[in-house]
Protein backbone atom coordinates (compact mmCIF):
# COMPACT_ATOMS: atom_id res chain seq x y z
CA UNK A 1 0.00 0.00 0.00
CA UNK A 2 1.16 3.59 -0.76
CA UNK A 3 1.65 4.91 2.76
CA UNK A 4 2.41 8.76 1.17
CA UNK A 5 -0.70 9.25 0.01
CA UNK A 6 -2.33 8.43 3.29
CA UNK A 7 0.46 10.71 5.11
CA UNK A 8 -0.39 13.38 2.52
CA UNK A 9 -4.28 13.49 3.53
CA UNK A 10 -2.81 13.39 7.45
CA UNK A 11 -0.44 16.28 6.52
CA UNK A 12 -3.30 18.08 4.55
CA UNK A 13 -5.42 17.89 7.99
CA UNK A 14 -2.87 19.52 10.15
CA UNK A 15 -0.56 16.71 11.19
CA UNK A 16 3.22 17.02 11.39
CA UNK A 17 5.30 14.35 9.57
CA UNK A 18 6.79 13.59 12.70
CA UNK A 19 3.40 13.04 14.37
CA UNK A 20 2.18 10.81 11.72
CA UNK A 21 5.62 8.74 11.87
CA UNK A 22 5.23 8.36 15.54
CA UNK A 23 1.82 7.04 15.37
CA UNK A 24 2.42 4.94 12.68
CA UNK A 25 5.26 3.06 14.70
CA UNK A 26 3.03 2.84 17.66
CA UNK A 27 -0.07 1.19 15.89
CA UNK A 28 2.85 -1.46 14.08
CA UNK A 29 3.20 -2.54 18.08
CA UNK A 30 -0.46 -3.38 18.49
CA UNK A 31 -0.69 -5.84 15.74
CA UNK A 32 -1.27 -8.80 18.21
CA UNK A 33 -4.02 -6.74 20.38
CA UNK A 34 -5.95 -5.83 17.50
CA UNK A 35 -6.40 -9.07 16.04
CA UNK A 36 -7.44 -10.38 19.69
CA UNK A 37 -10.05 -7.64 19.27
CA UNK A 38 -10.78 -8.62 15.88
CA UNK A 39 -11.95 -12.16 17.10
CA UNK A 40 -13.67 -11.33 19.98
CA UNK A 41 -15.94 -9.39 17.54
CA UNK A 42 -15.75 -11.75 15.20
CA UNK A 43 -18.05 -14.31 17.44
CA UNK A 44 -19.87 -11.28 18.90
CA UNK A 45 -20.67 -10.59 15.65
CA UNK A 46 -21.80 -14.55 14.74
CA UNK A 47 -23.59 -14.59 18.19
CA UNK A 48 -25.96 -11.78 17.14
CA UNK A 49 -26.38 -12.76 13.69
CA UNK A 50 -27.73 -15.91 15.26
CA UNK A 51 -29.85 -14.11 18.14
CA UNK A 52 -31.66 -12.34 15.16
CA UNK A 53 -32.19 -15.74 13.33
CA UNK A 54 -33.22 -17.87 16.64
CA UNK A 55 -35.70 -15.01 16.85
CA UNK A 56 -37.57 -15.06 13.61
CA UNK A 57 -36.50 -11.52 12.62
CA UNK A 58 -38.15 -10.31 9.26
CA UNK A 59 -38.69 -7.38 7.50
CA UNK A 60 -41.85 -6.59 8.83
CA UNK A 61 -40.38 -6.55 12.10
CA UNK A 62 -38.80 -2.79 11.20
CA UNK A 63 -42.08 -0.86 11.18
CA UNK A 64 -43.43 0.50 14.00
CA UNK A 65 -46.33 0.98 16.00
CA UNK A 66 -47.52 4.34 17.58
CA UNK A 67 -50.36 5.57 20.72
CA UNK A 68 -50.29 2.52 23.24
CA UNK A 69 -47.92 0.98 21.31
CA UNK A 70 -50.23 -2.38 21.97
CA UNK A 71 -49.01 -6.07 19.75
CA UNK A 72 -45.85 -4.31 18.59
CA UNK A 73 -44.24 -7.32 17.03
CA UNK A 74 -41.26 -5.82 16.14
CA UNK A 75 -40.37 -4.22 19.49
CA UNK A 76 -41.03 -7.47 21.11
CA UNK A 77 -39.15 -9.46 18.81
CA UNK A 78 -36.20 -6.91 19.60
CA UNK A 79 -36.44 -7.76 23.15
CA UNK A 80 -36.28 -11.52 22.20
CA UNK A 81 -33.41 -10.48 20.28
CA UNK A 82 -31.47 -9.06 23.47
CA UNK A 83 -32.56 -12.00 25.46
CA UNK A 84 -30.99 -14.26 22.90
CA UNK A 85 -27.60 -12.51 22.53
CA UNK A 86 -27.74 -11.87 26.57
CA UNK A 87 -28.57 -15.90 27.05
CA UNK A 88 -31.51 -14.87 30.04
CA UNK A 89 -35.14 -15.53 29.77
CA UNK A 90 -36.20 -11.53 29.30
CA UNK A 91 -35.84 -8.40 28.11
CA UNK A 92 -36.92 -5.07 28.24
CA UNK A 93 -35.55 -2.92 25.71
CA UNK A 94 -37.12 0.88 25.03
CA UNK A 95 -36.49 4.39 24.09
CA UNK A 96 -38.90 5.35 26.69
CA UNK A 97 -35.82 4.50 29.25
CA UNK A 98 -34.06 7.73 28.87
CA UNK A 99 -30.85 6.98 29.58
CA UNK A 100 -28.51 4.32 31.91
CA UNK A 101 -29.15 5.71 34.91
CA UNK A 102 -32.70 5.59 34.05
CA UNK A 103 -32.34 2.20 32.90
CA UNK A 104 -30.73 0.94 36.12
CA UNK A 105 -33.37 3.32 38.48
CA UNK A 106 -35.98 1.00 37.27
CA UNK A 107 -34.08 -2.19 37.89
CA UNK A 108 -33.48 -1.10 41.33
CA UNK A 109 -37.18 0.42 41.95
CA UNK A 110 -39.37 -2.09 40.62
CA UNK A 111 -37.16 -5.04 42.34
CA UNK A 112 -37.16 -3.69 46.06
CA UNK A 113 -39.76 -2.75 48.49
CA UNK A 114 -39.22 -1.11 51.44
CA UNK A 115 -37.31 -2.74 54.30
CA UNK A 116 -35.31 -3.95 51.26
CA UNK A 117 -31.18 -3.34 51.24
CA UNK A 118 -29.15 -2.73 48.25
CA UNK A 119 -25.01 -4.33 48.74
CA UNK A 120 -22.51 -2.72 45.79
CA UNK A 121 -19.77 -5.20 46.34
CA UNK A 122 -17.20 -3.33 44.23
CA UNK A 123 -17.00 0.02 46.36
CA UNK A 124 -18.69 3.24 45.33
CA UNK A 125 -21.87 2.95 42.65
CA UNK A 126 -21.54 5.06 39.63
CA UNK A 127 -21.84 8.90 40.50
CA UNK A 128 -25.22 9.61 39.24
CA UNK A 129 -26.57 6.02 40.79
CA UNK A 130 -25.79 7.93 44.58
CA UNK A 131 -28.91 10.51 44.00
CA UNK A 132 -31.05 7.42 42.84
CA UNK A 133 -30.08 5.63 45.62
CA UNK A 134 -29.97 8.23 48.26
CA UNK A 135 -26.78 8.14 49.46
CA UNK A 136 -26.44 11.99 48.19
CA UNK A 137 -29.70 13.43 48.66
CA UNK A 138 -32.38 13.85 46.42
CA UNK A 139 -35.55 13.93 45.96
CA UNK A 140 -37.62 10.72 45.18
CA UNK A 141 -34.67 8.60 46.50
CA UNK A 142 -34.98 5.04 47.41
CA UNK A 143 -34.11 6.36 50.25
CA UNK A 144 -37.01 8.01 50.72
CA UNK A 145 -39.11 5.08 49.96
CA UNK A 146 -37.59 2.58 53.02
CA UNK A 147 -34.85 1.01 51.23
CA UNK A 148 -31.47 1.11 52.65
CA UNK A 149 -27.96 0.35 50.81
CA UNK A 150 -24.27 -0.67 51.94
CA UNK A 151 -20.82 -0.88 50.04
CA UNK A 152 -17.84 -2.98 49.94
CA UNK A 153 -14.76 -1.59 48.81
CA UNK A 154 -12.48 -4.09 46.49
CA UNK A 155 -9.27 -4.59 48.11
CA UNK A 156 -6.26 -2.49 47.13
CA UNK A 157 -5.29 -4.97 44.81
CA UNK A 158 -8.47 -4.71 43.42
CA UNK A 159 -9.41 -8.54 44.45
CA UNK A 160 -12.82 -9.17 46.48
CA UNK A 161 -13.20 -8.46 50.19
CA UNK A 162 -14.93 -11.79 50.72
CA UNK A 163 -14.99 -11.52 53.91
CA UNK A 164 -16.37 -8.37 53.99
CA UNK A 165 -18.79 -9.28 51.72
CA UNK A 166 -20.26 -11.75 53.73
CA UNK A 167 -20.02 -9.80 56.88
CA UNK A 168 -22.56 -7.44 55.14
CA UNK A 169 -25.18 -10.06 53.55
CA UNK A 170 -27.89 -9.75 56.30
CA UNK A 171 -31.19 -10.38 56.02
CA UNK A 172 -32.56 -7.39 54.80
CA UNK A 173 -29.93 -7.90 51.53
CA UNK A 174 -31.95 -7.91 48.42
CA UNK A 175 -29.85 -6.77 45.50
CA UNK A 176 -25.95 -7.24 45.14
CA UNK A 177 -25.33 -4.30 42.99
CA UNK A 178 -21.86 -5.15 40.81
CA UNK A 179 -20.27 -2.46 38.31
CA UNK A 180 -18.52 -4.04 35.44
CA UNK A 181 -16.66 -0.80 34.16
CA UNK A 182 -15.08 1.44 36.75
CA UNK A 183 -16.65 4.77 35.45
CA UNK A 184 -14.22 7.44 36.72
CA UNK A 185 -13.34 5.75 39.31
CA UNK A 186 -9.72 4.57 40.01
CA UNK A 187 -10.15 0.68 40.85
CA UNK A 188 -9.99 -1.58 38.17
CA UNK A 189 -12.93 -2.51 36.24
CA UNK A 190 -14.56 -6.17 36.26
CA UNK A 191 -13.79 -8.76 33.86
CA UNK A 192 -17.18 -11.12 33.55
CA UNK A 193 -15.03 -13.71 34.81
CA UNK A 194 -14.07 -12.25 38.04
CA UNK A 195 -17.89 -11.25 38.23
CA UNK A 196 -18.91 -14.90 37.93
CA UNK A 197 -17.20 -15.90 40.75
CA UNK A 198 -18.23 -12.89 43.49
CA UNK A 199 -21.89 -13.73 42.22
CA UNK A 200 -21.43 -17.28 42.89
CA UNK A 201 -19.76 -16.63 46.12
CA UNK A 202 -22.90 -14.28 47.11
CA UNK A 203 -25.35 -17.11 46.05
CA UNK A 204 -23.88 -19.53 48.34
CA UNK A 205 -24.31 -17.32 51.11
CA UNK A 206 -27.93 -16.02 50.21
CA UNK A 207 -29.00 -18.07 47.56
CA UNK A 208 -32.23 -15.77 46.65
CA UNK A 209 -30.22 -12.99 46.56
CA UNK A 210 -30.79 -10.77 43.12
CA UNK A 211 -27.22 -9.68 41.29
CA UNK A 212 -28.01 -7.23 39.01
CA UNK A 213 -24.50 -5.94 36.92
CA UNK A 214 -24.18 -2.43 35.96
CA UNK A 215 -23.07 -3.24 32.36
CA UNK A 216 -22.73 0.09 31.34
CA UNK A 217 -19.68 0.28 28.98
CA UNK A 218 -18.59 -3.55 28.74
CA UNK A 219 -20.88 -4.50 26.56
CA UNK A 220 -19.17 -6.94 23.73
CA UNK A 221 -15.74 -6.41 25.26
CA UNK A 222 -15.43 -9.99 26.03
CA UNK A 223 -17.41 -12.51 24.61
CA UNK A 224 -19.41 -13.32 27.63
CA UNK A 225 -21.66 -11.25 29.24
CA UNK A 226 -22.19 -11.10 33.34
CA UNK A 227 -25.59 -12.91 32.39
CA UNK A 228 -23.94 -16.33 31.16
CA UNK A 229 -22.03 -16.36 34.63
CA UNK A 230 -24.98 -16.26 36.94
CA UNK A 231 -26.40 -12.25 37.12
CA UNK A 232 -29.96 -12.06 37.40
CA UNK A 233 -29.98 -8.71 35.66
CA UNK A 234 -27.77 -6.79 33.19
CA UNK A 235 -28.96 -3.48 32.43
CA UNK A 236 -27.09 -0.94 30.12
CA UNK A 237 -27.54 2.24 27.71
CA UNK A 238 -28.46 2.32 24.16
CA UNK A 239 -25.61 5.73 23.38
CA UNK A 240 -23.20 3.21 24.59
CA UNK A 241 -22.07 0.25 23.37
CA UNK A 242 -24.81 -2.30 22.23
CA UNK A 243 -26.53 0.80 20.31
CA UNK A 244 -23.42 0.72 17.96
CA UNK A 245 -23.93 4.49 17.22
CA UNK A 246 -27.25 4.28 15.43
CA UNK A 247 -29.88 4.25 18.79
CA UNK A 248 -30.29 7.83 19.22
CA UNK A 249 -32.00 7.28 22.77
CA UNK A 250 -32.67 4.29 25.17
CA UNK A 251 -31.49 1.70 27.21
CA UNK A 252 -32.04 -1.73 28.31
CA UNK A 253 -32.46 -4.80 31.02
CA UNK A 254 -31.78 -8.31 30.37
CA UNK A 255 -32.60 -10.63 32.60
CA UNK A 256 -35.28 -13.17 34.35
CA UNK A 257 -38.98 -13.49 33.37
CA UNK A 258 -39.68 -11.58 37.18
CA UNK A 259 -36.79 -9.02 36.98
CA UNK A 260 -37.49 -7.61 33.81
CA UNK A 261 -41.10 -7.74 34.22
CA UNK A 262 -40.98 -6.00 37.59
CA UNK A 263 -38.89 -3.36 35.65
CA UNK A 264 -41.54 -3.46 32.77
CA UNK A 265 -43.92 -2.13 35.61
CA UNK A 266 -42.01 0.81 37.14
CA UNK A 267 -41.32 1.91 33.36
CA UNK A 268 -44.89 2.24 32.13
CA UNK A 269 -47.41 0.79 35.20
CA UNK A 270 -48.37 -1.98 36.89
CA UNK A 271 -50.78 -3.52 34.98
CA UNK A 272 -49.80 -2.41 31.91
CA UNK A 273 -45.80 -3.40 32.33
CA UNK A 274 -44.43 -4.71 28.75
CA UNK A 275 -47.43 -4.39 26.65
CA UNK A 276 -47.42 -0.18 26.27
CA UNK A 277 -44.81 1.61 24.87
CA UNK A 278 -44.74 2.12 20.81
CA UNK A 279 -41.90 2.05 19.33
CA UNK A 280 -42.37 4.94 16.77
CA UNK A 281 -40.29 3.37 14.00
CA UNK A 282 -37.17 3.14 16.16
CA UNK A 283 -36.75 -0.52 15.59
CA UNK A 284 -34.64 -0.22 12.89
CA UNK A 285 -32.12 1.45 14.47
CA UNK A 286 -32.34 -0.26 17.71
CA UNK A 287 -31.41 -3.92 15.45
CA UNK A 288 -29.31 -2.17 12.73
CA UNK A 289 -26.88 -1.06 16.22
CA UNK A 290 -27.29 -3.76 17.85
CA UNK A 291 -25.94 -5.36 14.90
CA UNK A 292 -23.33 -2.92 14.33
CA UNK A 293 -22.44 -2.83 17.74
CA UNK A 294 -19.46 -5.89 18.21
CA UNK A 295 -17.21 -3.74 15.89
CA UNK A 296 -18.26 -0.53 16.89
CA UNK A 297 -17.16 -1.72 20.13
CA UNK A 298 -14.26 -3.02 18.94
CA UNK A 299 -13.04 0.00 17.01
CA UNK A 300 -13.68 1.63 20.22
CA UNK A 301 -11.34 -0.88 22.32
CA UNK A 302 -8.45 -0.55 19.24
CA UNK A 303 -8.85 3.58 19.58
CA UNK A 304 -8.33 3.22 23.72
CA UNK A 305 -5.28 0.88 22.76
CA UNK A 306 -3.62 3.39 20.30
CA UNK A 307 -4.08 6.07 22.82
CA UNK A 308 -2.30 3.31 25.61
CA UNK A 309 0.18 3.02 23.43
CA UNK A 310 0.84 6.28 22.33
CA UNK A 311 0.74 8.12 25.55
CA UNK A 312 2.84 5.24 27.65
CA UNK A 313 5.61 5.22 25.33
CA UNK A 314 5.56 9.03 25.97
CA UNK A 315 6.34 8.46 29.49
CA UNK A 316 2.43 9.59 31.08
CA UNK A 317 0.82 7.03 33.21
CA UNK A 318 -2.19 5.12 31.75
CA UNK A 319 -4.71 3.10 33.11
CA UNK A 320 -5.42 0.71 31.57
CA UNK A 321 -1.83 0.16 30.37
CA UNK A 322 -1.40 -0.39 26.68
CA UNK A 323 -0.33 -4.46 27.16
CA UNK A 324 -3.62 -4.66 30.39
CA UNK A 325 -6.33 -6.91 29.81
CA UNK A 326 -9.20 -4.65 29.43
CA UNK A 327 -12.98 -5.04 30.34
CA UNK A 328 -14.50 -1.90 29.23
CA UNK A 329 -13.80 0.60 26.34
CA UNK A 330 -12.70 3.55 28.90
CA UNK A 331 -9.02 4.63 28.59
CA UNK A 332 -7.53 7.29 30.90
CA UNK A 333 -4.46 9.29 30.56
CA UNK A 334 -3.05 10.78 33.76
CA UNK A 335 -0.79 14.03 32.78
CA UNK A 336 -0.41 15.84 35.78
CA UNK A 337 -0.79 19.31 33.87
CA UNK A 338 -4.24 21.60 32.42
CA UNK A 339 -2.70 22.59 29.68
CA UNK A 340 -2.04 19.04 28.49
CA UNK A 341 -5.65 18.19 28.93
CA UNK A 342 -6.40 21.16 27.53
CA UNK A 343 -4.94 20.15 24.21
CA UNK A 344 -5.75 16.98 24.16
CA UNK A 345 -9.39 17.33 24.19
CA UNK A 346 -9.14 20.07 21.59
CA UNK A 347 -7.50 17.88 19.50
CA UNK A 348 -10.30 15.16 19.66
CA UNK A 349 -12.71 17.97 19.28
CA UNK A 350 -10.77 18.85 16.39
CA UNK A 351 -11.10 15.51 14.92
CA UNK A 352 -14.58 15.39 14.91
CA UNK A 353 -17.04 14.90 12.28
CA UNK A 354 -19.44 17.47 13.56
CA UNK A 355 -18.47 20.86 15.50
CA UNK A 356 -15.00 20.27 14.59
CA UNK A 357 -14.62 24.27 14.63
CA UNK A 358 -15.43 24.22 18.80
CA UNK A 359 -13.02 24.87 21.13
CA UNK A 360 -13.48 23.06 24.90
CA UNK A 361 -13.00 24.92 27.53
CA UNK A 362 -12.96 24.25 31.59
CA UNK A 363 -16.45 24.84 32.85
CA UNK A 364 -18.17 24.47 36.03
CA UNK A 365 -21.09 21.64 35.55
CA UNK A 366 -23.24 20.46 37.95
CA UNK A 367 -22.40 17.78 40.17
CA UNK A 368 -18.94 18.33 39.55
CA UNK A 369 -16.54 20.13 42.82
CA UNK A 370 -13.94 21.07 40.07
CA UNK A 371 -14.60 22.54 36.24
CA UNK A 372 -14.60 19.76 33.66
CA UNK A 373 -13.77 19.88 29.99
CA UNK A 374 -15.59 17.91 27.27
CA UNK A 375 -14.70 17.10 23.36
CA UNK A 376 -17.51 15.39 21.85
CA UNK A 377 -18.63 16.07 18.40
CA UNK A 378 -21.26 12.89 17.67
CA UNK A 379 -24.19 12.99 15.59
CA UNK A 380 -26.01 11.64 18.97
CA UNK A 381 -25.59 14.01 21.53
CA UNK A 382 -24.11 13.26 24.58
CA UNK A 383 -23.49 9.44 22.96
CA UNK A 384 -20.51 7.91 24.47
CA UNK A 385 -19.77 5.66 21.88
CA UNK A 386 -19.15 8.09 19.78
CA UNK A 387 -15.19 9.55 19.97
CA UNK A 388 -15.63 11.97 23.14
CA UNK A 389 -13.17 12.93 25.78
CA UNK A 390 -13.14 14.14 29.61
CA UNK A 391 -11.75 15.61 32.55
CA UNK A 392 -12.31 17.01 35.53
CA UNK A 393 -9.81 20.16 35.70
CA UNK A 394 -8.05 18.92 39.35
CA UNK A 395 -5.06 16.61 40.37
CA UNK A 396 -3.98 14.29 38.76
CA UNK A 397 -4.92 16.12 35.81
CA UNK A 398 -6.33 12.72 34.01
CA UNK A 399 -8.43 12.85 30.74
CA UNK A 400 -10.98 9.66 30.53
CA UNK A 401 -11.58 9.08 27.01
CA UNK A 402 -13.72 6.36 24.83
CA UNK A 403 -15.54 5.43 21.53
CA UNK A 404 -15.11 5.97 18.40
CA UNK A 405 -17.70 4.79 15.82
CA UNK A 406 -14.63 3.76 13.36
CA UNK A 407 -11.01 3.12 14.49
CA UNK A 408 -9.78 5.07 11.96
CA UNK A 409 -11.64 7.99 13.74
CA UNK A 410 -10.73 7.10 17.37
CA UNK A 411 -6.72 7.06 15.44
CA UNK A 412 -7.02 10.55 13.81
CA UNK A 413 -8.41 11.67 17.02
CA UNK A 414 -5.74 10.55 18.88
CA UNK A 415 -3.28 11.65 16.49
CA UNK A 416 -4.96 15.07 16.46
CA UNK A 417 -4.61 15.63 20.29
CA UNK A 418 -0.71 14.50 19.79
CA UNK A 419 -0.50 17.05 17.23
CA UNK A 420 -2.23 19.51 19.63
CA UNK A 421 0.26 19.13 22.35
CA UNK A 422 3.34 19.00 20.23
CA UNK A 423 1.70 22.63 18.62
CA UNK A 424 1.83 23.94 22.00
CA UNK A 425 5.45 22.80 22.88
CA UNK A 426 4.32 21.10 25.81
CA UNK A 427 6.35 18.12 25.06
CA UNK A 428 10.18 17.62 24.53
CA UNK A 429 10.38 14.90 22.33
C1 LIG B 1 -22.74 5.87 31.75
C2 LIG B 1 -22.86 5.06 32.96
C3 LIG B 1 -24.02 5.06 33.73
C4 LIG B 1 -25.18 5.99 33.52
O1 LIG B 1 -25.54 6.18 32.25
P1 LIG B 1 -26.22 7.53 31.72
O2 LIG B 1 -26.70 7.11 30.39
O3 LIG B 1 -25.15 8.57 31.66
O4 LIG B 1 -27.32 7.90 32.64
C5 LIG B 1 -24.08 4.20 34.81
N1 LIG B 1 -23.03 3.42 35.13
C6 LIG B 1 -21.89 3.41 34.43
C7 LIG B 1 -20.77 2.52 34.85
C8 LIG B 1 -21.76 4.23 33.31
O5 LIG B 1 -20.63 4.21 32.62
Known amino acids: MNNSILKNYYIDLGIDEKVFDYCEAAEEKLKKRFEKADRIAEMNQIKVIKAMQDAG????????????????????????????????????????????????????????????????????????????????????????????????????????????????????????????????????????????????????????????????????????????????????????????????????????????????????TPGLGKEVGASLGITRQFAQGLFLAPTVTAAALKGALFASEIYESLGFKTIPGAREERADIIQSVEFGNPELVKAFCEGIQAAAPVDSFVTPIPWEMPGYDSDVIMAAGAFVSGSSIELSADAPMKEPYAVYFQGGLTYPHAKFGIMMSLQKIVEKKLLVW
Not at 74 to 102: M, S, W
Not at 118 to 144: F, W
Not at 211 to 222: P, S, W
Request: charged share 25%; net charge negative.
Open 57 to 268: FAESHLYGSTGYGYNDLGRDTLEKIYANVFHTEDALVRQQITCGTHALYIALAGNLRPGDEILSVAGKVYDTLLGVIGVREEKGSLYEYGITYRQVDLLPDGSWDYEGIKNAINEKTKIIEIQRSKGYDVRRSLPVEAIGDIIKYVKSIKPDVICMVDNCYGEFVETLEPSDVGADMVVGSLIKNPGGGLAPIGGYICGTKECVENAAVRLT
